[in-house]
């Protein structure tokens, strides 16, 4: 017999979906574990204390830390080159000759 606020839904991969409120209690520090039985089937959930974090989620900062890597580098060979040039290249200035 189901709570009234447990609903059971079947999906198109014809699994069953069941959702239902249950309250959860701890025995230990961060330890929970949720039991539920079903026409003689049950199963058990333990929470971690931590829950890691899959790899890859850096991923998106490496990308942006690289870019500005790249950027940072792209404005600086073009300050060098621009003065290196300007102290080879003769200047466009006008030079005012005197006669005399």
């Not at 850096?58 to 792209?74: E, G, H, K, M």
């Not at 006008?94 to 005399?100: C, I």
């Amino acid at each position: 017999k189901r709570a009234d606020d447990t609903t059971t839904t079947t999906t198109p991969d014809r699994l069953v979906k069941i959702t239902s409120r249950i309250q959860v209690s701890s025995s230990e520090k961060n330890n929970y574990t949720c039991n539920f039985t079903r026409d003689g089937h049950s199963a058990t959930f333990h929470i971690p204390d931590d829950i890691p974090t899959p790899p890859g989620t850096n991923d998106a900062a490496i990308v942006v830390f690289s870019l500005c890597l790249i950027l940072t580098v792209v404005i600086v060979a073009v300050i060098v080159y621009r003065q290196r040039k300007g102290a080879r290249a003769p200047g466009t200035r006008t030079f005012l000759v005197e006669d005399g």
